[in-house]
């Protein structure tokens, strides 16, 4: 009851869009913002994100002897004074990343009571973070499942390459039979197809047969994970509009409920809270940085407070509380 609850939506009745009103076009918002990456993730030549390769760049590394051969321009002049040989300055230069998004194309994103459905936000956020992570170097790829991994697109650079990301990610799902979410093979599948440390973006609402707990923190120990949990607010409490047939987008199954029970309601609300709270202590556990992508907000405001997160946690500072 649980599933087709939190997984459904009311049998003849899923809503569209809410008119957003006059918004400035998506890139135009993001000019100005830089998506925070913690680790040294930066391999391509050109970029702007840190390394872990040793050359000419801002950010200290080490000093060492200098050598016949090395660039003269790196020698660090303040400890050749003050030594009888000259040293070399040596720094962690500035690269591009390879950066995954992990997207669920499943039906139970084809919900929403707000300002949109769940696929529209993961959508925008898609579209978001391959504008903010194609700039400069970085390439993007993306790994797209439904009742498994159905569509890989490969890490590329250029404006081209992000609309081919773009319109793949906005593509229906193949899956022609009714069908449950197998997110733990998609993970799996992830972790043996991203063999360099990357940052890997997870965009799901974990409506999902169990078991994607493992692989998920499997993929946390070699990659910067963060996390978007895609949520709409009549999946965390009900109202109290009689009795509504619920249909599980995934399955087909109908459930009848009785809106108008207070305890049904509370009951309701509580073991969606209960689940909330697992979701996360289980992204949590794979060290994955998780914010919730919620369907009644704007994309972009819940991506800057993300950001504002990540780069306080980066400097070392505790997020504040919420």
Do not use: C
């Amino acid at each position: 009851m649980e599933r087709s609850l939190q997984g459904g939506r009311p049998a003849q009745a899923l809503p569209s869009t809410a008119d957003r009103g006059d918004v400035p076009p998506l890139s135009d918002r993001l000019r100005r913002v830089h998506w925070p990456v913690t680790g040294r993730l930066g391999v391509h030549p050109t970029g702007d994100y840190r390394s872990r390769g040793r050359g000419p760049g801002l950010e200290y590394a080490d000093v060492r002897e200098y050598v016949p051969g090395d660039d003269p321009r790196q020698i660090d002049w303040n400890l050749t004074a003050r030594s009888d040989r000259p040293f070399l300055r040596e720094a962690h230069p500035d690269r591009g990343l390879d950066a995954w998004l992990i997207l669920d194309a499943s039906r139970s994103l084809d919900w929403g009571t707000a300002r949109m459905l769940k696929r529209e936000a993961a959508a925008e956020l898609v579209l978001a973070a391959s504008i903010l992570l194609g700039r400069r170097g970085n390439r993007v790829g993306a790994l797209i499942f439904d009742r498994g991994l159905v569509r890989v697109v490969p890490p590329a650079a250029g404006r081209n390459a992000r609309a081919r990301l773009v319109a793949q990610a906005q593509r229906p799902s193949d899956a022609a039979e009714a069908g449950t979410t197998d997110l733990a093979g998609a993970l799996t599948q992830a972790g043996r197809l991203i063999t360099r440390p990357s940052l890997v973006i997870l965009v799901s609402d974990f409506v999902s047969e169990p078991g994607w707990q493992l692989p998920l923190k499997v993929l946390g120990l070699r990659h910067e994970l963060v996390a978007a949990v895609v949520t709409d607010p009549r999946e965390r409490e009900l109202p109290d509009v009689g009795l509504v047939t619920f249909e599980d987008l995934e399955t087909g199954g109908q459930l009848d409920v009785d809106t108008g029970d207070r305890g049904f309601r509370e009951r309701f609300r509580r073991a969606a809270a209960e689940r909330a709270a697992g979701v996360r202590t289980d992204l949590l556990a794979a060290r994955a940085s998780a914010f919730e992508l919620s369907t009644g907000e704007d994309v972009l405001l819940q991506l800057l407070r993300l950001f504002q997160r990540l780069e306080l946690e980066r400097r070392g500072r505790p997020a504040p509380a919420r």
